[in-house]
Each structure stands twice: as C-alpha cells, then as structure tokens.
C-alpha cells in the first residue's frame, strides 16, 4: 500500500523504530501514526467503498448471466414441446417425471414451476396421436412464434419476472387495441399461476378468456396456447377448479366465437386433465354442444375436440355414452361436421375402442348392421336413403385401418420368423394407416408376418381376423346383393371401400380370404330365365356385387396377374350372362366405374370390340349398352377410333334391338364431342339413317330421345339437324297413314313421340328462322294425326310458337329502324341545325348592339 514505505527509504541518523507486523518506521511521515488518524480512516473507507462496489457489479453480471443460461435453457425446452405451435408434445407427457402441482405461499419465495404429469394407463401411436392433436389449431407463423414461446415460458424469480415484463411491455403498449391484447397473454399466464390469492387468480382468469369480446381465428390461438400453459404449470386440480368454470359459463354465449373458444379450450386443455374429469365434465360439454348448438362451426370445433379427449379416456363404462355422441356427429346436418367425425373423432374412437377390446363388435360391426337394417327396410325405394347408405360406408372406411392395426397385432403366428423383402408401404389412400405405422418397425415387421401367414394354403386365425373374414366381410357381400345397380353414387362408394380394403390387408389376403366370398353369388345358372323372382335375386350378377367385385376387388392393385384376370374374368361373365338371359345393366356399370379407376381404357374397349360379332343378340346388346357408356368415361381420341365406330357397326345390325341400344350411344356422343366436326358428321349420317329406318320402335325410340335431350341439347344441332328431320318424319308418318303403309299402331307410337318432342323443343328457345321454317309447319301437320286431347295442346303449343315469331319480327322491324336512324351521319345532323339557326336569324330582326344589353340589370 502507499501508505506504507520501506525501512529502506527512513532518513539516515534517525533511530529507526520498525513495527514488527508492518515494517515501518515508527518515526517516518507516512507511518500510520506519523500522519492523522481520521486522514487514514477516511482513505481506507474510501477504497472498501470501491472495491464492494466492484463485487456487486461483478456478483449482479453473475446472476444475469445464469438467468439468461437458465432462460435459454427454457426456451429450448419449451420450443422442443410445442408441435404446430400451440399443442405439447406427446414425448414430455409420457415422460417418467411425478405430478406436482405449484402453489406460491406469501412468505415462500419464488421458484420455477414443473409442468404437471398425468399418469396414463393406455398406449396411443405417437404419430396418430400427434396427427388428431394437430387439428386442434393451425401452425403458428414466424411472427407469432415469438409470442407463443413466450406465453409458454415461465419465471423462475422476481428477476426474471421484471426480465420478462421488460420484454413484454415494448410490445404491449403500442398494441393496447383490440387485436392486440394477446400480447397481454403471457403476463396474465404468469400473474395467474404465480400469485396466491385466489379471487385474484379467478379474476386473471376472466381477463383471459374474456380478453377478446368476439376473437378470431388467431385470437382464439393465442388465449388456447394460454390455457394449456396455464393448466400444465398450474396443475390438473387447479384447472378443474379455476379454469374450467370459466368454460362452463360461456357454453351457451350469445357470441358464435365464445363458443367457438369454449369447445377448442376443451380439446386443448385434454392432456393436462386427468382421465376421469374428461370421462364427466368435458364429456358432458363437449357432448352437449355436438348435440344442440346451432352453429355448425361451433359442432366441428366440439368433434375436434372429443377426438382429442378419446386420445386420453379410460373410463370403459363411458363408451356406449360416446359411441351415442359420435353416431349423432355422423348423422349432422352439415356436411363439414360430418367430414370432421369421419375423418378425425371416428378413428380415434376406434382406437380407444380397440384398446378396450371393442372395436369390432362395438365399432365396425354396428355400421354393418345399420348398413343392413337400411336396406332391409327400403325395400324398393333405395334411392331415397342413398345419402345415408353413403354416410354408412364412408364410415366404415375410415375404421378399416384401425381394424386392420387391431388384426395384426393381435396375430398368432411367430414372431421371430424371419421375413424375406422390405417392408411395403400401406397403398391405401386413407392418412389414418400411414399415420398408425409411422415409424413403428415393431408394427411393420408384425404386417410382414400377417402378409407371409395369410398367403398361405391354410393357416391358423384367430378372434379378430375371424371377425373379418367370418362375420363383417360375408355380411358386405349379401348387402350387395341386395343393393340396386342404378344407384351409382352408393356403387361407387362401395367400389372405394372394397379397394382400400384390399390395398391395406394385402394382396395375399384378399386372394384368399375375400375373392372366394364372391363366387357363390356370381355363379348364373343356365336356366336363369326360368328361375323365380326369387332365386334371380339370390344372383348378384344384376345387383351391384359385379362392379364391386371388378373395379373394387380384382382391380385394387393394377399388376399385369390382376389386369389378366380381370380381363378374362369379363370376357367370361359377359358370355355367361347373354347366354342364361340375366339382366345386363350391371356390364355396362363395371366398364364405367373401370373407366374411372383403371388407366388402360384402350384394353377395356378392346374386349368390347372383340364381342361386336358375337352371334348372341344379347350379346351385341350387352356392346351396345357398354360403349354408350364408355362415351362419357373415355378420351377423345379413343371415342374417335373405337366408341363411334363400334356404335355405327351395331347400328347396321339386322336387329331392332340393337339398333334401338345404339341411339343412347350417338346421343352421348353428341353431347361430349359436339366441336368436332369430323365426329358430328358420320353421326348425323347414321342418325339420318335411324330417322328413315322402316322399323317404327327403333324411330319412336329415337324421337323419345330427342324429346328427352332437347333442352340440353347444343341450339345448332336442334335447329340445322333435328328440325328439319322432324319435319320430314311428320310428312312421312302422314303418308304413310294415307297410303296404308304401316300398321294404325306404329303410326299412333310415332305420333305420339312427334307429339313428346315438339313439347319439350317448345321450351327451348329457337331462332326465329327454324320456328317459321321447321317448328310451326312440322307442328300444323302433326295435329292432323293425333287424337283430340293432344290436339287442344299441339294447338295451344302453335298459337304460343306464332305469337313469339310475331314478337320476334316486329321486334326486327324496330331495331332495322333504328339502325336507318343511326345511319345519318354527325355531318349531316351538323348542317341541318346550322341551316335551322339561319332560318330564325332571317327571321328575326335584332339589332346587334342591342346584344350587350340582354346582360344589364333593368332599372325599377
């Protein structure tokens, strides 16, 4: 120290006294008592001062540098939790920390909070569980990243706090409007869990969910992300007793987005509550708003919801109570409702119902048997039920991957058998199987050994595949042969449940186990035309098990063995049904629903084209009906080459019936090829041909046609072509009754299809050319053969046609008027006023300095 010398540096002569722990002469200026004590005091006060000083600021760096080390490492934490940006992760719940709950005392100092943990009794596939999570909110953006993060954190002291309200309040005060105030979330979370007075708490509460009187989308995130941090840091017990009470009072607001936010909070808040009060509570609000709200938003958002609760419920005596809620979410109103429980709350029931041991006679055998009970009571009126039918299968096809999830894991075959090949992937279009196997080589390798077990000759079952194969897949099969062929939306459905059927259990499977479902009821007996009414039901070869079986079962995977089979197995059926006389709409039903699916349309003609000689009527017939069909499924270009030339073929047939089957055919081509003038030709020719035909049935027939196109026919087609063909057919009917060529029958069966399309062309709007020159002759001659009723109308149908070509010319007459006016020119109109304004001046005598004048102001 400076206040201190050597011996060293002490004045010669002196008598030196050193002090024996300093070292200083005692005699010297600078020793301590050479100098004043208050001086020294002073100096030494002064330096302590300093250096206290430098430790605080030294221990102050210390303590923020570990907060922010401890802030970092929550940030990385939280960040790692939240999937979408506003769910937790699934990984931290199934975590083996214990449940605590943190309640702050007033002379307890501050510490962090542990997010509580549920104890769970039930295994749920982390990507399926992750996937019905994610449709609780949508991913948050960059911006509001920062905003979540922060909501999610949590203060560990009373540094920290003023550390996260420095960080908070720039962005508060700016935004303190409306659509701002979620930036006010992450104080209230922390003010909330933080503080100990309870009616404070409730009070932060209400300012939470109330913050926003009607909040949007992004509002309603951000007060959910608050929630969910407010339930999994304060504790299961508090959010039952504070949280949740503030969802049951607005369950019935006036507000749709208070309602809204209601039945999101619900889904949300399901993996922080215990498993029994989402079994009473949650349910029973969640059910309530599926159940009477009236806005379908608010419906979606409570199925949502309940799919995320089935993902945590243990309570088996809940599910008849769900199982109710479900069915009545799949029955609603609104089709996006339905879509939400079909695609999202009915796979996770089916899950929690597999857990239980109730999936398949609790899940997927009761839309079997809804399916079954609705067509035994439709009786003949299928028609009428076809959207519930639809609803049912649909259904059905969104549990067939938890089904086939619930199989294989329950199989009895070895499982250290080695497996030859990779893994496949599950081909069906349906998310809910990838999503179920995602990830999960225990479960791939269980697939493999079900797909090695089951392609055997025989093998050992077992309770949930003989449920498949014995129970649920023979009761499908009689429902198709119940169902009707003519109602092709339920045809297709089935086609698409039947196909992702067999894309997600396998081509060994269905090879099998379902084909051989199908054969009883495809076989045709011989006799079939002899058989009662009742034993031609038995076939499903008129029903709609022949598509289902084409499109849905052999052509589910489209591999050369299969196309091969498919291929011979139509040639063979459409043989077998021309020859037994079985009804033949159901051929042409599986060549469109083919068309749909099936890539290779040439081949598919191709097996059409090699039948059109056959010498079997019925089998002409059957080509006839087909490649009308194929008219509207397939290319132009093959329309061109294959279907127009096929029809004109057929319609050259010695055969009435043929003929007659072609007329659909050309009309449908018509309809899709119109603009090209190269196809429109060589139809027209054969129609040409069809009008003059001497067979009355085939020209009545296609009069009727005309009759039923007529107002979506294209306006030139009618007016140049069918028309004047009209016309003539009138002319010639008429002849034909003076000179006694044809039967008084046939005449009367033409007549009155004349009769049906001059109706039904009398809607249509005409040009005022084909009604004076077809329309109106070709109707005056038609009311000479009918009977006296149609004549009263044909005449009524006349004055109509007369008074609008009236209309039509007198409005001509005006316009052509109007135009001759407009025709003079701006020049002429120009020299007729100037020589008009000369006329007057002439006229007029009017000093010219009197023009100054007419702007004075006359005196009083």
């Known amino acids: 120290m400076s206040l201190y010398r050597e011996f060293c540096h002490a004045t010669p002569g002196y008598v030196k006294r050193r002090d024996a722990q300093t070292g200083c002469d005692l005699n010297s200026e600078e020793s301590p008592f050479g100098i004043n004590n208050a001086e020294l005091l002073q100096r030494l006060n002064n330096e302590n001062s300093e250096l206290l000083a430098k430790n605080e600021e030294l221990s102050a760096e210390i303590g923020l540098l570990s907060a922010d080390i401890e802030e970092m490492k929550l940030r990385l934490d939280i960040k790692s939790t939240i999937d979408s940006g506003a769910a937790a992760a699934l990984e931290e719940e199934s975590s083996s920390r214990k449940q605590k709950t943190f309640i702050v005392s007033h002379t307890s100092p501050i510490t962090k909070p542990v997010a509580a943990e549920i104890e769970r009794h039930r295994s749920v596939p982390v990507g399926f569980a992750k996937y019905i999570r994610s449709k609780q909110s949508t991913a948050a953006s960059k911006d509001d990243e920062r905003l979540l993060t922060e909501i999610s954190s949590m203060a560990s002291n009373a540094d920290e706090l003023v550390s996260l309200l420095s960080r908070c309040l720039p962005q508060i005060v700016p935004n303190v409007l409306i659509n701002k105030r979620e930036e006010l979330i992450p104080l209230l979370i922390c003010a909330m869990v933080l503080h100990s007075n309870t009616a404070v708490r409730d009070q932060l509460l209400s300012t939470l969910y109330n913050l926003v009187k009607k909040p949007d989308e992004r509002q309603r995130q951000m007060i959910l992300a608050g929630c969910d941090a407010f339930a999994r840091y304060a504790g299961p017990m508090r959010a039952e007793a504070e949280l949740l009470p503030q969802c049951w009072e607005q369950i019935n607001h006036k507000h749709v987005e208070r309602r809204l936010l209601v039945a999101e909070t619900c889904g949300v808040l399901a993996p922080s509550l215990p498993p029994a009060l989402l079994s009473s509570l949650v349910l029973s609000m969640l059910q309530q708003m599926i159940v009477e709200d009236k806005s379908e938003d608010v419906r979606m958002a409570a199925v949502l919801s309940l799919a995320s609760v089935c993902l945590y419920i243990e309570d088996r005596d809940k599910f008849s109570q769900v199982s109710n809620v479900v069915q009545r979410a799949l029955t609603d109103s609104s089709q996006k409702v339905i879509q939400s429980a079909q695609s999202v709350l009915l796979p996770s029931f089916a899950v929690w119902a597999e857990s239980i041991g109730k999936l398949q006679l609790g899940v997927a055998a009761l839309f079997v048997r809804k399916l079954l009970q609705l067509l035994q009571t439709s009786g003949i009126n299928q028609a009428a039920n076809e959207a519930i039918m639809c609803n049912y299968i649909s259904s059905l096809k969104a549990v067939t991957p938890v089904l086939y999830w619930s199989v294989i894991r329950s199989g009895t075959y070895d499982q250290t058998e080695a497996i030859e090949g990779g893994q496949r ?281 005309i009759a039923q196109s007529a107002p979506t026919m294209d306006s030139n087609f009618r007016d140049e072509f069918v028309l004047p063909h009209l016309s003539q057919l009138v002319e010639r009917n008429a002849s034909s009754a003076s000179k006694r060529e044809s039967s008084s029958v046939s005449r009367a069966a033409v007549s009155a299809a004349l009769f049906d399309a001059y109706s039904a062309i009398s809607c249509c709007f005409l040009s005022p050319a084909a009604t004076a020159d077809y329309f109106i002759p070709g109707l005056r001659a038609l009311m000479n053969g009918l009977d006296p009723q149609h004549v009263k109308i044909a005449a009524s149908i006349l004055r109509d046609a007369e008074n609008k070509l009236a209309a039509a010319e007198h409005s001509d007459l005006s316009k052509r008027g109007s135009m001759m006016m407009g025709d003079t020119s701006v020049e002429d109109m120009r020299n007729k006023m100037v020589n008009t304004f000369r006329d007057i001046k002439g006229k007029v005598d009017f000093p010219k300095d009197a023009v100054p004048n007419i702007f004075r102001k006359k005196p009083n």
């Open 425 to 705: 992937n599950i081909a069906s279009d349906n998310p809910v199987g990838q999503l179920i196997f995602e990830g999960d080589s225990a479960l791939e390798r269980q697939r493999a050994l079900f797909e090695k077990h089951t392609a055997q000759e025989w093998f050992t079952s077992w309770d949930s595949l003989d449920f498949v194969t014995r129970d649920m897949l023979p009761q499908l099969v009689s429902i198709l042969g119940m169902l009707e062929v003519n109602l092709p939306k339920t045809v297709s459905y089935l086609i698409d449940y039947f196909q992702d059927f067999c894309r997600t259990f396998g081509h060994g499977f269905c090879v099998s186990k379902l084909r051989p479902l199908f054969t009883p009821s495809l076989n045709i007996a011989k006799n079939f035309a002899e058989l009662s009414k009742e034993e031609q039901s038995k076939c499903g070869v008129g029903r709609a098990t022949l598509p289902v079986y084409c499109a849905g079962v052999l052509s589910a995977v489209e591999s050369p063995e299969d196309w091969q089979e498919l291929r011979r197995f139509l040639r063979w059926k459409m043989s077998s049904i021309a020859e037994a006389g079985a009804p033949t709409a159901a051929v042409a039903v599986t060549f469109s629903q083919l068309c749909r699916r099936w890539s290779d349309h040439e081949s598919l003609l191709q097996i059409v084209w090699e039948s059109l000689p056959h010498k079997n009527v019925r089998m002409r017939a059957i080509c006839a009906e087909v490649l009308s069909r194929l008219a509207l499924e397939t290319s132009g270009q093959l329309i061109k080459s294959k279907v127009v030339p096929g029809l004109v073929t057929l319609a050259a047939d010695s055969e009435p019936s043929i003929r007659i089957s072609t007329v659909s055919g050309f009309a449908n081509v018509i309809q899709v090829a119109a603009q090209d003038e190269e196809m429109m030709d060589k139809v027209k020719m054969q129609l040409s041909s069809m009008f003059e035909d001497t067979d009355a049935s085939v020209v009545s027939h296609l009069v009727h046609l």
